[in-house]
Every structure is written in structure tokens, then in C-alpha cells.
């Protein structure tokens, strides 16, 4: 995973994997809140639900975010970041895990909290 500065990822902040089936994100915490969505970290369980595959593959089952904050921690641990802003649909910063692996694509997410 890298560091990185960019806009902190929620909750509530909407990805999908490359086949476009939607990521949800389980936080592994709940306290610390942008925009009334708690920021997700580098603990959170980041699913793809309903992805289709490509010909007979196997479906994307998880994201692995690579975008961390290197100097934001949210219970010790860093805050995933996006470095573009999410004015969707653009590339995330990760891999979704699923033959062959593909990128998330970040739909929309929130704009005004920024980490480093």
C-alpha cells in the first residue's frame, strides 16, 4: 500500500469494480464521521456484491485499496484516500481482487475532506 495525499473515502462513498457491480464498504470503525459517513481505514472490508465476472471467470469478490493517508490515522490506523477527485466514474486507487484483476472505479464520494 502506498501513501498519499487525496480526498478521504466514507462509507458512504460510491465504487464499483470494473464490471461495474457495487463495492460495500464494512467499517472497522464508526466514530470518526465526514459528511455524517464514518472514513473508512486500511482495516475495513471493502466486498464486491453481484459482480457477473467476464466469460465464465470467476467474479471480483473484494477491493484492496492501496491509497492511504501517510500522516491521518483513524484509531491508529491510516485513512483510505482517493487522488482524484471523485467526480466519477474515475479509477480508484486499488485492485479488485478476481480474474483478471481489474480496477475500481470510484462513482461519486465526498469532496471536502482532504488528508495527506
Known amino acids: 500500500m502506498s501513501a498519499m495525499p487525496g480526498v478521504v473515502v466514507t462509507t458512504a462513498t460510491a465504487v464499483t469494480c470494473g464490471h ?3 463495492v460495500q464498504d464494512t467499517p472497522a470503525q464508526t466514530r470518526v464521521l465526514a459528511g455524517g459517513a464514518p472514513l ?3 482495516l475495513d472490508q471493502l466486498v464486491v456484491t453481484g459482480c457477473p465476472g467476464v466469460s465464465g471467470s470467476p467474479p471480483c469478490t473484494k ?3 492501496t491509497g492511504l493517508a501517510a500522516r491521518v490515522l483513524v484509531g ?6 482517493q487522488e482524484i477527485p471523485p467526480a ?4 480508484g ?3 479488485c481482487v478476481g480474474p483478471p484483476p ?3 472505479m ?3 464520494g465526498q469532496l471536502r475532506v482532504t488528508a495527506g
Open 93 to 95: 486507487s486499488g485492485v
Open 40 to 42: 473508512a481505514t486500511a
Open 20 to 22: 461495474l457491480a457495487k
Open 63 to 65: 477491493v484492496l485499496w
Open 76 to 81: 491508529g490506523q491510516p485513512v483510505l484516500v
Open 106 to 108: 470510484v462513482v461519486a
Open 102 to 104: 481489474t480496477t475500481p
Open 88 to 91: 466519477g466514474p474515475v479509477p
